[in-house]
């Protein structure tokens, strides 16, 4: 489906995060404005996005200007200046915007984000170094991850699973993945059907959110 005006997003500080967050706003379709007060990084992302615009995001009249109070949902991307963070999402609260997700750099940048209107606050650093301890020490075997946050992981079944057909495993219902196939010891996999039954040492491939895929592997 078409987004609509709607679901437009402006993003703010096109760093290494900001870029990301922008870029794949862009694939799922979604009209993006990007602001950023470095005019290098402004013509590096002009052929990406759908409007750039170089501008100092802690400015309230430049803001304005550039049209953000029309945004319902902004993204500030400025993380190593917390200084220039803050007054930005202090300046967008100013302007009226109601929905204001930021990146924060530590555990107290966030609490002054969210004290100055950040209704979001993100930290990509801890998010990543949390899931690659999941990764090291779930069962796992292996992990592919899409940019939409849909994950696919190649792991053992839950001990309760074994011995069971996917149906009587409800897996689905307890975790939330779907299991896309089956793999017994020295076979190849099979796709998967509710009546097949999990073998004992057999291997599952299961797809679901990043989230649902990193429980249930937590769970086996
Ligand atoms: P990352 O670690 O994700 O790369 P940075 O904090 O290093 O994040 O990058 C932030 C981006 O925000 C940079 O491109 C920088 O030019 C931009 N930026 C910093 N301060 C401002 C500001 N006051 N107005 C607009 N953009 C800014």
Not at 77 to 92: K, M
Not at 106 to 111: D, I, L, P, T, V
Request: hydrophobic fraction near 45%; glycine fraction near 10%.
């Amino acid at each position: 489906k078409a987004p609509t005006a709607d679901e437009n997003v402006a993003v703010i500080g096109l760093g290494r995060f900001g870029g990301t967050v922008a870029k794949s706003l862009v694939r799922l379709g979604h009209e993006v404005l990007g602001v950023d007060e470095n005019p290098k990084i402004v013509q590096q992302w002009s052929e990406d996005l759908t409007h750039v615009v170089q501008a100092d995001s802690t400015d309230e009249a430049a803001l304005r200007q550039v049209g953000l109070a029309e945004f319902p949902r902004v993204v500030v991307g400025i993380g190593t200046d917390i200084e220039a963070s803050l007054l930005t999402v202090l300046a967008l609260t100013e302007i009226g915007v109601r929905e204001i997700w930021a990146k924060a750099i530590s555990e107290k940048h966030g609490r002054i984000l969210k004290s100055v209107g950040a209704q979001h606050v993100i930290y990509p650093e801890a998010a990543m170094g949390d899931r690659v301890a999941h990764l090291i020490t779930s069962r796992m075997l292996d992990f592919i991850e899409f940019d939409d946050g849909f994950a696919i992981a190649k792991t053992r079944p839950p001990a309760d699973a074994v011995g069971r057909t996917l149906a009587e495993a409800a897996l689905r219902s307890k975790f939330g993945v779907t299991v896309v196939g089956v793999k017994e010891r020295g076979a190849d996999f099979t796709y998967a059907r509710p009546e097949t039954v999990v073998p004992s040492g057999s291997l599952l491939i299961v797809a679901g959110t990043t989230e649902q895929v990193q429980r249930f592997a937590a769970a086996t």
